[in-house]
């Protein structure tokens, strides 16, 4: 599925470095303002210990993961969307994404220059805000002069989809983003043709020192999270160098060095798991003695739907679905005795897929 997230926020917050960290493709990493111009692109794997048991279970001939891609966006400053900065470029980009991974400084380092001279999470996230707001303002301004001609015409669609502007423009004129105005099911669908940014789902990404991991007590990443929750908006805590220098060791080493801390997991595979949820995805499973492999639907999506994801044909062509919960096939640890035991539930075309369901599709060929 070709969803994404874009990685924002000011120069010299570690965009880069954490994008390094998640896709090893080299970005630039420097300390001025800019040096990301052109937005690279990374495709990564999803981190799913699941897969790897459904493996152990299998012993398939390949295993195969899900994906999901991240788009390293230049660092945005105060202005951008004036122009200040290269501003209307990088805010071109951010349009172009399905999420935005919000990465914030919660760092002192002297070595290290902020753009505003002063470490403030609070103010970096508004100035983001604030400029992605009025970027917005713009666009929506310039989209609702076209539809009021028609909506003066009588013109019953054109009238609904001004309602809907009218309500979008009154919040970021005050200041709010796009997603903090309430809307109704079909209200959504329209709002989501007029692409703005400040609509898209966003998770804050708290950059600490290495000196940090070991301690809870940083006031920065306190302010973060104070925040986040007044917007309903995850947050995920994770040291950008850190993470960079173990993204290249082998997976034992990666294992030891995070036990050295006292951690079980990277605060990659959190961001990367946190991005997939904010993009309102689930994994579901194929598993066989060829293959076992993690798919990507929306949550909501019916058996058709979901199968329409291993191929076209197949949601034309759905007859049924043969279901297993991950969780029987982990605790018995053989398919064949959770079918033994009835768990094994055959579903129609209104089934809807949970997140680590394993399905075999019955389709017409």
């Known amino acids: 599925m070709a969803l994404n997230c874009g990685i924002v926020g000011l120069p010299n917050v570690g965009k880069s470095t954490i994008f390094n960290a998640l896709t090893k493709a080299g970005a630039q990493a420097a300390n001025y303002p800019f040096c990301t111009i052109e937005p690279n692109t990374g495709v990564v794997e999803v981190p799913d210990e699941r897969l790897n048991r459904l493996a152990e279970v299998y012993k398939p001939k390949r295993t195969v993961p899900t994906m999901i891609e991240f788009v390293d966006i230049a660092g945005l400053v105060k202005g951008a969307s004036q122009g200040e900065g290269l501003g209307n470029q990088f805010l071109s980009h951010i349009r172009e994404v399905d999420a935005i991974c919000h990465v914030v400084r919660a760092f002192q380092d002297e070595n290290i220059t902020h753009v505003h001279g002063k470490v403030d999470p609070i103010e970096d996230i508004t100035v983001i805000n604030y400029e992605l707001i009025l970027a917005d303002l713009d666009s929506l301004e310039k989209q609702q002069q076209r539809v009021a001609k028609t909506a003066k015409t009588g013109n019953k669609e054109a009238t609904e989809i001004l309602a809907v502007m009218d309500k979008i423009l009154d919040a970021l004129k005050k200041g709010n983003r796009a997603s903090t105005v309430e809307l109704g099911d079909e209200e959504q669908k329209i709002a989501k043709k007029f692409n703005l940014i400040t609509i898209k789902p966003v998770l804050y990404v708290a950059n600490i020192l290495d000196t940090d991991i070991k301690t809870a007590e940083n006031p920065l990443v306190k302010t973060i999270i104070d925040f986040a929750s007044k917007e309903g908006a995850p947050v995920v805590v994770l040291c950008g160098r850190f993470e960079e220098e173990i993204s290249g060791l082998e997976?034992?080493?990666?294992?030891?060095?995070?036990?050295?801390?006292?951690?079980?997991?990277?605060?990659?595979?959190?961001?990367?798991?946190?991005?997939?949820?904010?993009?309102?995805?689930?994994?579901?499973?194929?598993?066989?003695?060829?293959?076992?492999?993690?798919?990507?639907?929306?949550?909501?999506?019916?058996?058709?739907?979901?199968?329409?994801?291993?191929?076209?044909?197949?949601?034309?062509?759905?007859?049924?679905?043969?279901?297993?919960?991950?969780?029987?096939?982990?605790?018995?640890?053989?398919?064949?005795?959770?079918?033994?035991?009835?768990?094994?539930?055959?579903?129609?075309?209104?089934?809807?897929?949970?997140?680590?369901?394993v399905i075999y599709f019955r389709v017409n060929a």
């Open 251 to 357: 997976k034992e080493d990666q294992i030891a060095f995070l036990e050295e801390i006292g951690e079980k997991e990277s605060g990659l595979s959190r961001m990367i798991r946190a991005s997939y949820k904010l993009l309102g995805l689930l994994t579901f499973f194929t598993a066989g003695v060829e293959e076992v492999r993690a798919w990507t639907t929306h949550q909501g999506s019916t058996g058709p739907v979901a199968a329409s994801v291993i191929h076209s044909d197949f949601e034309k062509g759905y007859i049924r679905a043969e279901v297993m919960r991950y969780e029987d096939i982990d605790r018995t640890g053989d398919a064949t005795k959770v079918k033994d035991e009835g768990k094994l539930r055959v579903e129609g075309k209104e089934y809807i897929v949970q997140d680590g369901d």
